[in-house]
Structure formats: C-alpha cells, structure tokens
C-alpha cells in the first residue's frame, strides 16, 4: 500500500483518490470496503448547525494506527486506511472514511465494520455539535459500546 495508514485532517477527502492509492499496484485485490461518516443536521432530537472535531495529535495517529494493526491481525486484509477530519465542520461535511483491500469482500467488510466500531468508542476525539439552544458535547453511547463488545472488546464510554 502506498501512502500512509492513517490521516488526521481540517480538510476535505475525495474517496476515489484515497482508494485509488490505497490500491496502487497491488493485483491480490479482489474487494474494496469503505466507509463514509457524514454530518448529520439533527441528533438526539436537536437541530445541529455545525460540529466541531478535536483530538490530540500525536496521540490520536498512534491509537488509530493501534486500531488498523488489530484489524490486520484479525482479518485477511491486505490493508487499510483512515482519514478523520478535525475542525468545524457543516452538516452534510464528510466526517471520516474507512477502507480496506482484501482478496474477498467478507474480510473488507467485516475489517471496515471492526474499525468503525474501534473507532467511534475508542479513538481520542471529541465532539461539540452547535445547536439553536447553544453548544454541547456529544457523549459516548451505550449501543456503540455493544457494537465494540461483539468483537471481544468491553468497554464503558456511555
């Protein structure tokens, strides 16, 4: 795979050139799996005028890194990458990607499921949605907990 494994990013991502490179040259490659997290204009019942996405870098890279080296060692993947946006974003902004090469798709598949569960519990960012009744921090949910639990891994965020 060539570039690197992880990106943490104020800018925008194009899809097709993230799995362009994610793919270069390599001819085992029989499934592509990715995963595109969009901002949503309404949460929990609220109107969301913009989110704000924080993380500590240095510390982020290294646990999203973490996260793709249990995905190689738990599935038959060739390889991964993740691109998480920072900063303020809109609704309708994209948020994050996940994507994964493999020979066949219920590896990708299962590999991009893995990480997002990994990483929507586990990854070191925070977020604040502006709303019309002002700012909040978005908490940890109890059902993304469960999803994490499926693959073996507790964990009590919400």
Not at 39 to 49: H, K, P
Not at 70 to 93: T, W
Not at 115 to 127: E, H, R
């Amino acid at each position: 795979m060539a570039g690197p494994r992880v990106s943490i990013q104020t800018g925008d991502f194009d899809l097709q050139q993230e799995i362009a490179a994610l793919r270069v040259g390599d001819t085992r490659i029989g499934a592509v799996c990715s995963f595109i997290g969009i901002v949503r204009d309404r949460n929990d019942g609220a109107d969301v005028a913009a989110m704000e996405l924080e993380h500590y870098p240095g510390m982020t890279e290294k646990a999203v890194e973490a996260m793709i080296d249990e995905a190689h060692a738990r599935f038959d993947i060739f390889g991964a990458r993740v691109v998480h946006r920072v900063g303020l974003l809109q609704p309708l902004d994209q948020i994050m990607m996940v994507a994964v090469i493999s020979a066949h798709r219920g590896a990708s598949f299962q590999a991009c499921e893995f990480l997002m569960d990994y990483l929507k519990t586990q990854a070191p960012f925070w977020k604040k949605e502006q709303t019309p009744e002002g700012a909040r921090w978005v908490d940890a949910r109890v059902a993304d907990d469960a999803a994490l639990a499926r693959w073996g891994i507790k964990t009590t965020n919400a």
